[in-house]
């Protein structure tokens, strides 16, 4: 059974960092593309990072050099690092696994077959 659990989300001043982590099991993890979504209750989701089973990484506009996204296959475990965070920021976050090996822009929300619950990320004074 394949679960994908994020957490590290949490309330942040304007300005700070966060580091989100995604646990993944039931896969081969190291197969498979990953990536971080964000969404806000009534809105669709959107891209915010991707990384494919080489490494390579692709980030959307909204967070190009603030977010970094990283990945551990000995821990099967997905990482967003988050720095400079602005109340924009704030919405919920998800982690989501493609059974592709590599990805092209623009990212596709359809490509990822597989989803977390998402962890709540703040951004607030």
């Known amino acids: 059974q394949v679960q994908l659990v994020e957490s590290g989300g949490g309330f942040v001043q304007p300005g700070g960092s966060l580091r989100l982590s995604c646990a993944a099991a039931?896969?081969?993890?190291?197969?498979?593309?990953m990536g971080w979504f964000r969404q806000n209750l009534g809105q669709e989701s959107d891209a915010v990072a991707t990384i494919d089973t080489a490494g390579s990484t692709i980030y959307v506009d909204s967070g190009k050099g603030r977010f970094t996204i990283s990945r551990d296959n000995a821990e099967n475990t997905l990482y967003l690092q988050m720095n400079s965070l602005k109340p924009e920021d704030t919405a919920m976050y998800y982690c989501?696994?493609?059974?592709?090996?590599?990805?092209?822009?623009?990212?596709?929300?359809?490509?990822?077959?597989?989803w977390g619950q998402g962890t709540q990320v703040t951004v607030s004074s």
């Open positions: 989501a696994a493609a059974a592709l090996t590599y990805l092209l822009p623009p990212v596709r929300s359809v490509d990822f077959g597989y």
């Open positions: 039931g896969y081969p993890y190291s197969k498979y593309s």
